[in-house]
């Protein structure tokens, strides 16, 4: 038997998938993502969806909207009382509208 006939043995014998180096979207902590799209589904619901991508001067109003529910949460607030989702989520959401904003900048 040869090398190349051991590999395929043990590869039908214990399966095998060439995934190394390949992204690893299970490590996404879902239960928050889960969150940001709450936030995302209630933005769409109160405007249109993907209405965030054509706000006037977006980066600036985003970063504003991020650090005032920052700060709400750091003040113990942890519920929106307009939307009633957690703050903590507005602030993921829009640091992603965020990046979304610097990758369509990036070279």
Known sequence: MTDDDRVALMARAHGRKEDVGKPRWT???????RAVVDVLDYGARKYAPDNWQLVEHAEQRYRDALLRHFTAD??????????????????????????????????
């Open 74 to 107: 750091i003040d113990g607030e942890q519920r929106d009382p307009e939307s009633g989702l957690l703050h903590a989520a507005h602030v993921a959401t829009n640091a992603l509208f965020l990046l979304w904003f610097a990758l369509r900048r990036a070279p």
């Open 27 to 33: 490590l996404l902590p879902w239960a928050a993502v």
